[in-house]
């Protein structure tokens, strides 16, 4: 029986014959007794095994050593994820085992430190947003962005449609597809000018009829495009009665107004690029989920809450879960949402992120990304490749390639040998690849020059 | 003798000072051009974030860290959680640069080692669940849950069955099965438990009909009892047209024990962040990985993660016509999934029994020492073993000397133990839900017991010690429907305060 | 309000149980065979080591983690410690796998970005110093003395001068000094400083002679002051035929502002973790490169790091008849050099010159403040501005009310501010030689001003409470003098008293 | 003025003004008028600046790149330097703040981390030695033999003759000679015996003359032996009061008795090899020094040590730094050594490994290492190779290769192609080199089998 003995196991031997005996029983299988004999299982499992730490190490290394990584391959890879540099106070504090093999802090006196930093978070993430409360996570944009549409037809009662801009990310609005399907909305596309590439105002407001609950758009919007002519959309919703939704990229509210200032209901988003943690191929992710504050919505938000409130001592405040009857643990099929456990740990490398950035860092690294951004598009125009839409970018654009699906793999590994992911493909017209192209603040002169250098190659 | 550590930790806004440095972060050597936002969206001013030096920073969360419980403080013996240790090898696997630097839309050609972990996982995780089909994308139980209900649905509907709108499970069942139950549409059909605490099976004849799309269980349940009649349920879910889900939550009791796949069930979800021993981060990350079986395989999210073996190649499958969608932005928590990954191969077939087996044992041997406490009682059937955790009953305790379950809570915290599970499942009424987990040895346990019976004894002396408690904990018990009443949830919002004079909050004259 | 952490922690040995496992080591794929040694070096029982599983091993140890005070817990403002920051990123670039698994002995073609930094770290060093030769060896800063008077031995016998045999020095040097001049057959002539604490230059020119070797100061002093005559005092130690020695670890205060080689030192010693960042660890590991004029260049310990430009090579050289020797196994500690390497790249020309001016201003900032309180003041001229610390004296506290410096010492820690090095220098009775460092900002400063304010009024209502200070540490305060006399100093001497039956301890009668 | 902040900077320009506002200064050139002006700096210094932490770190990973590790090369190096494994746990304990960046524990009830943690190794150390007291640490072996020589003859007064053994590392050997500068000590060697590489028993003997206070000799000795003749001279050295010392290989202790079992006096060595760090490039090192406990020498001993004392509590003791009126900062000129900064986190390290380890782990590595360098030893015999001296020996041995010095250049060369780290050339001629051969427990078949090919295709 010794070979119960392993470093995840807390009990040896000897542990063993003591509680069986203490329990009054001769072997652990009578602990399953109560499960009929005919649906044990009797086989034999097959399953890895690596007897050593050192092995499990070398073959989780090997495994990951066949990727390759944005440290070796220059990544023009955005689209919601975002490259970015981890600062080693970040990462320090993220090893705390304090911080992650905590609960979620079900009891508060013994756990301020995770209620603490999550109400930082909640407070940076409000300045940063322009907007009063945040919770403490959603999964990621995605989700977030189903549970707001969820939530505006809760909110509105009788109301079953929700718009949504034609400038979407394709995933998100998959997930938003998925996401409805309890809740009888009626997905309704907005579309956008094929020129500027912005959300078509007119059709906007004019699709803004009696049943719509909410409208949704993106800003920048997935084409890159900044959103700088939506406020007569909001004065129309706000007439209508329509909560407005903005999803907007957290890398780019150091030279950006956050989604407050110009006065959306809700704001959503992710995490990740403001120190959520590094890409990880997508997840996890932090969803973020924003509001303005009216003690009716807050009371229908999803997910978890933060709050201060009194301890015994006099003059010494303390924080707590709060509004804890919206969730599912205690209202049940009632919950404003399914959501228990959240991305808390990556929320709070947020706090830790941007407690280190602080206002000039986020403005830094928005500078760097914009320089970035617009050095390429200028080097690109003048190789004569242009801008699929002409409105104002932050550090992604929408390049104008016209790849054909057949040459689109070619075009993959081409630049793949010149150490490069040149991208994400976007078919316009369902039969050529233009790439929309992010300039994370990793990337250097070099580097954007080389991607220039690489497009004028492959067009010869 | 044990205390918390106490810092009077302010907000980290009333730290620092405006032009303080934390972090210089990479500048491009791209030269500066004006920024051309246009002037409606153009940042006005700068977001108010904290400016402190680097070592400020480092100060102001180790203060916090050090007033945080956490797996490695001590016992944490949330029922229905699994606390389980952390490996530490899985923290640092997971910094690996192979992982933390890929973008989810990099060439397939270039991810090859992340989609072979993600395939080996899957297949373990089928391999355990007797289900052969998996997908890694959901990224938690509820988001597990609430794609399993999706599968169901897609099934019956592809089959042209419109009608069946209910989900049936016992009352027992966590709080996230009626919700994710609800958010797929679905009408919840509860039914209760039987003395025994497990389904009754009549109960459960006379709620399945024709409109059934499913049933879900959680086995063992959420009293830590296994429901033994489980084939006799799946009969009868299946006989009714309805398709059967098992809530993996609690896996952690019959990890090769049993493989649910094996006794009829469609489709299951796990919790890596609870079976497979990855962190719970203070509420997340998590992932919530599905399983299941042929016949709803061609509804599974997309992409899947498949391989074609004769080029050796990993790839993602976005080809499939039925799929129910996307539950999750990109592939779900591939991150967390390495660490669970990383933990079944540590252990392999036999490790992963053998952590059932004592997770069982303690739980049992726990149970037993609990329920001889005066004022505590074990629900339901006295001869069921449990399972992987134990629900007691301090009922008798609060007719006795009006302290409850939260009480004990209180006292057991103020001693450097975590409290269980409290006031959960809602059909005991002053529910401890006490799971140790096989992280737990013989020594931790009886040092449970011994401070458990020895504040029960305090609270006999003096009821209002239990009232008062915690003690020795960084803060004393706060008060939470003063935090509902008010709900500051901002910086933001203490700052409106402030102007209206209003902060720092006044204690209410009758306040404790 | 501040509490540290408590936790009843036992000795490792108290926990744990035969046969619990908490790692795997890799094992071998050789087949085993008999292991044939001989009887008399057979290990006949395994060691007794604890036996532990890895959950209980991590548990203990942050446990014990939580009970120690550190950099990032708050102010450490130790004199003549320079306990400043660890920045982040230099523990995280230590554990690269590119220094950790290289071996000192591999081929010198296969180590070359090592030595590169190596060299590069040297050239930063002798550019600070105004010194053009440097080794890393020394592993700490008593050991840079003992390389550095060998230097000077090595000079002196090369010349064929055996004659001299003492080193000089001020009566205010750190321990150290005296301890190595000591250790390298040298005499020790001290001598007393002036009433402004500075070196007396009659004293100096009665002690040199035909028989100085050398002449050791730290400058800016122990008492902070920096010693203003060092061309005079240069000179007359040169007249007499002796060598300078530079002590730099009080180099915080003087970094790009002086340069000792150009004011004739022959030869220095940095502490890189007190100047450049390196954590102090509790008590180590440290690294004490040493730097060294042209005519002390033959004598450096083997091997240097040196550089073929042509073909761009970096090499160890061996090549040195007239060497010291080695002074360390190896080449020193360069995961300590790594660190300050980075530290220096970090900051820069400019980044290091803020730091001394950083670090002096907040050393007269505190210094006014503290000299203000009753019951302290400052020691020698207290119109000369200080350098990097400040030495006050609580003598009229001590005879106010009897609290003395070690009770006030004990006050701070009691409040969660490290207490300043008491007691030290010794040639102020009740020393607190306060050094803040560079990180500490204003408010930290002040607060620390007030808590000590707070804590003199406390003890001025109640000696008492001053003596049996501390409160709020893990434990009260702990008998010195019952160590010394009982000797307890492993496990295997308890397991000695045990069997006697003299374990646990008993506490004395009058046992305050 | 605002260039003061940076993240290692705790004051910015508003700090600066305020402090030199209350000094009644106008600016911090102010405080240093006190520095003659002549002496002042008035160059630019030449100091590398890499502005933002990201540039730091791609900075130093690009030099180290430039290295080649025993994680690609095989290494079979050792002579006192052993690669090992971490486990992650350690690593996480070694990250932790509260061990690192604390100062020796000074003020003793707010550091019991640091001292209790001390303990422990104080204590598993002489647990793995047999013997009673361990100090805190010293910088390394190198240096702990030259304090033990030093020791040795301060205990013994008046007699000022140290021997050594032949068969010692030469580079503790040279740090021995510069270690006794100071003491009048004079050095001899004891020979080994050509054939087994062992001390030659009646040589020791003969020369342990009056004059002797100590003598010294390692286990397993440099070559790879095992000294397991040695009780007759410890016993004519117990005869003639002479100290013995031994330096042990603390990797063999799960097989091998410990020094204190055959009754040596002080035993040195290094810990590195039972946890004290990875291999670093030879620093820091874990210096061990250890002695049979008895006040007068423990008051002679180098280095701090902790001990066991009394709180105000009734019933709860702590730990403390004892003895510290041997040390440097209260005796000066008349310490015991001039040690002040040690080694104690790699002394803490080597704590956190053992207690991972346990008794069965550090049989098992030992075992591995065994296994390892009998079957190379049988497999080169194989192909004709032998090794220099036929004495027992655990994990090292010296390979017969007469490599001639003007191939050895060439000889390394070769070996590297073959990604092997061929092991430390040791001249017993002056002419040829043989090499000592050292197989860590992280070496497996294959990579023994490699050096036996490389050796066998070398010969061709
Ligand atoms: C039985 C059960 N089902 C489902 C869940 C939901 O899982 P998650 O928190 O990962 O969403 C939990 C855990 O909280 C659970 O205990
Ligand atoms: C002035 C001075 N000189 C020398 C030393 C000795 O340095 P180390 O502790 O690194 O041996 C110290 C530090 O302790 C010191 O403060």
């Known amino acids: 029986m010794s070979d119960y003995s392993h470093p995840y196991l807390a009990n040896c031997a000897t542990d063993i014959e003591e509680m069986l005996k203490e329990l009054g029983i001769s072997s652990i299988d009578e602990l399953f007794s109560d499960i009929p004999e005919e649906i044990r299982f009797k086989g034999e499992l097959k399953i890895p095994h ?8 070398e073959h989780v290394e090997d495994l990951l050593s066949k990727n390759k990584t944005t440290r070796e391959i220059r990544s023009f890879l955005g689209g919601g994820v975002l490259d970015i540099y981890i600062p080693a106070a970040q990462d320090e504090l993220l090893r705390r085992t304090e911080f992650y093999s905590a609960y979620t802090p079900y009891q508060p006196e013994t756990s301020q430190g995770t209620l603490h930093t999550l109400f930082e978070f909640q407070s940076m993430l409000c300045e940063l947003l322009s907007m009063d409360t945040t919770n403490c996570s959603m999964y990621d944009w995605a989700t977030a962005l189903g549970e707001a549409a969820n939530m505006t037809v809760r909110l509105a009662k009788k109301k079953f449609t929700f718009l949504y801009t034609g400038a979407i990310a394709p995933n ?8 409805v399907i309890g809740s009888n909305v009626t997905l309704v596309e907005v579309p956008y000018d094929t020129t500027t590439g912005k959300m078509d105002v007119t059709k906007a407001i004019e699709l803004m009829t009696e049943d719509v609950a909410g409208i ?36 780019s509210l150091g030279l950006i107004e956050g989604p407050g200032d110009y006065d959306v209901d809700i704001a959503i988003g992710d995490a990740q690029c403001v120190g959520g943690g590094p890409m990880n191929f997508g997840g996890p992710m932090t969803g973020v989920f924003s509001m303005k504050f009216d003690r009716k919505w807050t009371r229908q938000m999803p997910g978890r809450l933060v709050g201060i409130t009194l301890t015994p001592e006099e003059g010494k405040w303390a924080f707590t879960n709060t509004l804890q009857t919206r969730e599912q643990h205690i209202k049940r099929h009632r919950a404003t949402s399914n959501i ?36 390429l598009k200028a080097e690109l125009e003048k190789i004569g490749v242009k801008p699929v839409f002409n409105g104002e970018f932050f550090n992604a654009f929408t390049v104008d390639l016209k790849i054909p699906k057949d040459k689109k793999k070619e075009f993959t590994t081409f630049m793949l040998g010149r150490k490069i992911f040149a991208g994400i493909p976007y078919s316009f017209d369902g039969e050529n690849y233009d790439y929309l192209v992010t300039t994370s603040y990793l990337l250097r002169k070099k580097d954007l020059d080389d991607f220039v250098k690489a497009i004028e190659e492959w067009r010869k | 003798m044990y205390r918390q550590a106490i810092y009077d930790e302010p907000l980290i806004y009333d730290l620092g ?3 303080r440095r934390a972090h210089l972060p990479l500048k491009t050597d791209v030269s500066p051009i004006d920024i051309n936002i246009p002037e409606s969206m153009k940042r006005k001013e700068a977001p108010e974030l904290p400016e402190l030096h680097e070592g400020e920073v480092m100060r102001h969360y180790l203060h916090l860290a050090q007033m945080n419980y956490c797996v490695d403080s001590g016992i944490y013996p949330l029922g229905s959680c699994t606390m389980k240790y952390n490996p530490k090898i899985n923290e640092a696997l997971a910094r690996a640069e192979g992982l933390a630097y890929t973008h989810p839309y990099q060439p397939v050609e270039t991810i090859q080692g992340t989609l072979e972990m993600m395939y080996e996982l899957q297949k373990a995780l089928t391999e355990l669940a007797g289900l052969p089909y998996c997908s890694l994308q959901p ?18 509907q592809d089959k042209g069955d419109f009608d069946r709108d209910e989900i049936v499970t016992p009352d027992s069942s966590h709080g996230t099965n009626p919700a994710s139950t609800v958010m797929n549409g679905y009408k919840i059909i509860e039914i209760k438990s039987n003395e025994n605490g497990q389904v009754d099976l009549d109960a459960l004849r006379a709620a399945v009909s024709e409109k059934t799309a499913g049933f879900m269980i959680t086995n063992p349940n959420t009293l830590g009892i296994f429901e033994s009649d489980i084939c006799e349920i799946a009969e009868i879910v299946h006989e009714s047209g309805g398709l059967l889900y098992y809530d993996g939550a609690n896996f952690n009791a019959i990890i090769g024990i049993i493989r649910p796949g094996e006794m009829g069930f469609d489709v299951l979800h796990y919790n890596l962040h609870k079976t497979f021993s990855t962190p719970h981060g203070g509420g997340g990350p998590g992932a919530g990985p599905v399983c299941c079986s042929e016949r709803l395989k061609e509804f599974l999210p997309v992409p899947t993660v498949e391989y074609e073996e004769e080029k050796d190649f990993y790839y993602l499958n976005y080809d499939l016509p039925k799929t129910i969608g996307k539950v999750h932005g990109y592939y779900g928590n591939t991150g967390i999934a390495l660490r669970g990954y990383a933990y079944i191969c540590a252990l392999g077939a036999k490790g992963l029994i053998h952590t059932s087996e004592q997770a069982v044992l303690v739980a049992n041997y726990v149970m037993r020492k609990v329920e001889a406490i005066d004022g505590l009682r074990l629900r339901f059937n006295r001869n069921l073993p449990r399972k992987h955790e134990c629900v007691i009953d301090a009922s008798p305790l609060k007719h006795q000397i009006g302290v409850g379950a939260m009480d004990i809570a209180k006292m057991l915290i103020s001693r450097g133990k975590h409290a269980p599970t409290v006031l959960f499942p809602l059909i005991v009424h002053e529910a401890l839900m006490i799971e140790p987990t096989e992280n737990e040895n013989k020594e931790s346990i009886d040092q449970f017991v011994q401070v458990l019976k020895e504040e029960i004894d305090k609270a006999r ?10 003690y020795w904990t960084s803060v004393g018990r706060v008060d939470d429907s003063w935090a509902v009443k008010n709900l500051i949830l901002s910086y933001k919002m203490i700052k409106n305060l402030k102007t209206k004079g209003e902060w720092p909050p006044k204690w209410p004259e009758d306040h404790h």
């Open chain 1, 50 to 57: 690596y007897p050593s730490e050192m092995e499990v190490k």
């Open chain 1, 172 to 179: 998100r609005l998959e997930v938003l597809k998925t996401y």
């Open chain 1, 216 to 251: 949704y758009f993106e800003n920048p919007n997935y084409f890159g495009v900044i959103e700088d002519n939506i406020k007569p959309i909001i004065e129309a919703a706000k007439e209508r009665n329509v909560m407005v939704v903005a999803g907007v990229d957290l890398s």
């Open chain 1, 340 to 375: 228990c456990t959240n991305e808390a740990l990556t929320a709070m490398s947020v706090a830790f992120h941007l407690a280190l950035l602080g206002p000039q860092g986020i403005t830094e690294t928005g500078e760097s990304m914009y320089y970035n951004a617009h050095y």
């Open chain 2, 17 to 19: 000072k405006k032009g």
């Open chain 2, 139 to 156: 990224p938690a139980g509820a988001a597990g849950e609430y794609t399993g209900l999706g599968l169901i649905r897609a099934y019956h």
């Open chain 2, 461 to 470: 002396d003096n009821p209002d010690y239990a009232h008062d408690a915690p």
